[in-house]
């Protein structure tokens, strides 16, 4: 699985960008899909993720409200919508895929739980 992340770019604060991250086959295949991020000179950290039926979420609170994660299985793409941004939002933004567990409403929160990842796709919110 190649996973490609795109959407990133410079923004000021109140605006919003959308991040796309399309996999190389059948995003099906990929199960749960997430967004990480991070800052500069900070870990990486989750932001949000998604069951492979797309029924079930999951946000790090301090983007709930703000931010939605989305799936298209038959475009084999995941959307990460994110509006209200703050410059605390400035990270390069990675996407996941987990190739190995097809539970159904899976929501993998930490890092352990995705095997494959994007390139990653920067985030610059100016004040």
């Known amino acids: 699985v190649q996973l490609q992340a795109s959407g990133g770019g410079l923004v000021e604060a109140g605006g919003s960008l959308t991040l796309s991250c399309t996999a190389s086959r059948r995003t099906g295949s990929t199960y749960g899909m997430g967004w990480f991020r991070q800052p500069p000179g900070k870990e990486r950290d989750i932001v949000a993720a998604i069951s492979w039926s797309g029924g079930h979420t999951y946000y790090t609170n301090s983007v709930k409200g703000r931010f939605t994660i989305s799936r298209d299985n038959a475009k084999n793409t995941v959307y990460l919508q994110m509006n209200a941004l703050q410059p605390e939002d400035t990270a390069v933004y990675y996407c996941?895929?987990?190739?190995?567990?097809?539970?159904?409403?899976?929501?993998?929160?930490?890092?352990?739980?995705?095997?494959?990842w994007g390139q990653g796709t920067e985030v610059t919110v100016s004040s």
């Open positions: 996941a895929a987990d190739s190995r567990d097809s539970t159904w409403h899976r929501v993998g929160r930490t890092a352990y739980d995705y095997d494959y």
